[in-house]
């Protein structure tokens, strides 16, 4: 069956209300459409951890700096609607940006500490637009939980300690990032990559988990970023933004790996940057 379509704060809350009458517990996935199987795969996780699923579709403007891709980022309405239909999902939220920045508004939601380096390093706006718009979605459909990718592993860090820090009684779930079989981790901004591009991008894996295992046998991290930067060069990725050893829970950087740490990228080909993380398990 089709998704219910639902485009006011006050429908959504009308439907989940209804759910709440009825004994049922609610999932919500945020998502900016242009869903993929990285997305299916949040949405089956939330078909079982609640008894109702939401996804919220919405190309958040905050996020995206005045020469990032915001107008150019995929929008497959039709395609979407599709997908979630087959996936059995309720209701699909489809907000108006009004509905999320209505005139006169005014307010961020900053996350300090773990945003400072990584992406927040590199696009200095990404953070205080996610942070502003998870906290509308949770507050909006006050969800018992909500389902996000490790794929954009900061992003759930962050989403975690702003959950906790404003009290929001939701519980946020982690799903490992979904891969392509050559390993390239699926995104939305795959669409932009040429066919010579696309066969050098799954490198960007490799040599994560190549520095993953390094680390783990217990490399310095600094020997193991100047040999895995070497190797994403020669692979073809002109630049990179930031390629880091940090611990899993608070992003500080580690020099060596003794606790759960996660190994982080943002690299590019031509015109797309890539982003991927991989965990590092220690050797027994
Ligand atoms: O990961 C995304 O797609 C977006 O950053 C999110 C969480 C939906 C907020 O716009």
Same mark, same amino acid.
């Not at 209505?102 to 990404?126: I, N």
């Not at 740490?261 to 220690?282: F, K, M, Y």
């Given at each position: 069956?089709?998704p219910s379509v639902i485009?006011?704060v006050?429908?959504l809350?009308?439907?989940v209300?209804a ?6 517990t !609610?999932?919500?996935? =945020?998502?900016?459409? &242009? ?18 699923? %939401?996804?919220?579709?919405?190309v958040?403007?905050?996020?995206f700096? =005045?020469?990032e ?14 997908k979630?239909?087959? &996936? ?8 108006p940006?009004?509905?999320?920045? =209505?005139?006169?508004?005014?307010t961020t939601v ?18 205080d637009?996610?942070?502003?718009? !998870?906290?509308?979605?949770?507050l909006? $459909? ?9 794929k ?6 962050t ?10 009684? $939701?519980q946020?779930?982690a799903?490992p990032? !979904?891969?392509?079989?050559?390993g390239?981790?699926l995104?939305?901004r795959n ?7 696309r066969r050098? &991008? =799954? ?5 994560l988990t ?6 783990g ?10 040999q ?5 060069r ?11 050893? $940090?611990d899993?829970?608070t ?5 060596r790996?003794? %606790? ?6 943002? !690299? ?17």
């Amino acid at each position: 069956m089709a998704p219910s379509v639902i485009d006011s704060v006050a429908g959504l809350r009308e439907a989940v209300a209804a759910w709440r009458r009825d004994g049922l517990t !609610v999932a919500l996935v =945020p998502t900016m459409g &242009a869903l993929h199987e990285g997305h299916m795969a949040l949405v089956r996780a939330a078909r079982a951890h609640g008894d109702r699923t %939401v996804v919220s579709l919405f190309v958040n403007p905050t996020q995206f700096a =005045p020469d990032e891709d915001f107008a150019l980022y995929p929008r497959r309405q039709t395609d979407d609607l599709a997908k979630l239909a087959d &996936a059995g999902v309720e209701a699909a939220f489809m907000p108006p940006t009004a509905a999320i920045y =209505p005139p006169g508004f005014a307010t961020t939601v900053r996350v300090e500490g773990v945003t400072a380096g990584l992406e927040g390093a590199s696009r200095p706006h990404f953070f205080d637009g996610v942070g502003t718009v !998870v906290t509308k979605l949770l507050l909006q $459909c006050l969800p018992d939980v909500a389902l996000f990718g490790e794929k954009d592993y900061q992003q759930l860090v962050t989403v975690r300690r702003l959950v906790a820090d404003l009290d929001i009684p $939701c519980q946020i779930e982690a799903v490992p990032t !979904v891969r392509a079989a050559d390993g390239l981790a699926l995104s939305s901004r795959n669409a932009y990559l040429s066919v010579e591009e696309r066969r050098i &991008a =799954p490198k960007l894996f490799e040599v994560l988990t190549w520095m993953a295992t390094a680390l783990g046998e217990g490399a310095a991290s600094a020997d193991a970023i100047a040999q895995g930067a070497a190797a994403l060069r020669d692979a073809g990725f002109a630049r990179i933004d930031y390629l880091a050893a $940090c611990d899993a829970e608070t992003l500080e950087p580690v020099v060596r790996v003794d %606790v759960s740490a996660r190994v982080l990228a943002a !690299v590019w080909l031509g015109e797309t940057r890539l982003i991927d993380n991989v965990p590092v398990s220690l050797a027994s």
